[in-house]
Nanobody
Framework: QVQFVESGGGLVQPGGSLRLSCLAS????????MGWYRQAPGKQRELVAAITSGGSTNYADSVKGRFTISRDNAKNTVYLQMNSLKPEDTAVYYC?????????WGQGTQVTVSS
C-alpha cells in the first residue's frame, strides 16, 4: 500500500504559478510511474502529466509548455510546476502511482484559478 501527502494547491490569479508536491510512502518509489490527474466539477478525471521510472514525461495538450512534472527519488516526491495558470485549470489535482498491476491515488488538492 502506498500513501501520499499532497500539498501546494490553493487560490491563484490567472497568469500565476503554483507547485504541487506529492510525497509517497514506501521504499520502491523509484520503480513507480507517477502522474498528476485533475477533475473539474461535472467533468471526468483526466491525465495532466506523467513521468516514468526512467524519467520520460508526457503531458496533456492543454498544459504543454506551461506545466512541468518532475520527480526526486531520494525524497520520494513528485512535483508539478504549473505556470501561466488559466481559469480552466481549476480542478482537484490527484497524485497517481502505477507499478505492475498496482495503482494508487492521493486524496487530491484543490487548485483554483480566479481573479
Amino acid at each position: 500500500q502506498v500513501q501520499f501527502v499532497e500539498s501546494g494547491g490553493g487560490l491563484v490569479q490567472p497568469g500565476g504559478s503554483l507547485r504541487l508536491s506529492c510525497l509517497a510512502s514506501g521504499s520502491i518509489f523509484s520503480k513507480y510511474a507517477m502522474g498528476w490527474y485533475r477533475q473539474a466539477p461535472g467533468k471526468q478525471r483526466e491525465l495532466v502529466a506523467a513521468i516514468t521510472s526512467g524519467g520520460s514525461t508526457n503531458y496533456a495538450d492543454s498544459v504543454k509548455g506551461r506545466f512541468t512534472i518532475s520527480r526526486d527519488n531520494a525524497k520520494n516526491t513528485v512535483y508539478l510546476q504549473m505556470n501561466s495558470l488559466k481559469p480552466e485549470d481549476t480542478a482537484v489535482y490527484y497524485c497517481n502511482a502505477k507499478f505492475a498491476t498496482r495503482e494508487y491515488w492521493g486524496q487530491g488538492t484543490q487548485v483554483t484559478v480566479s481573479s
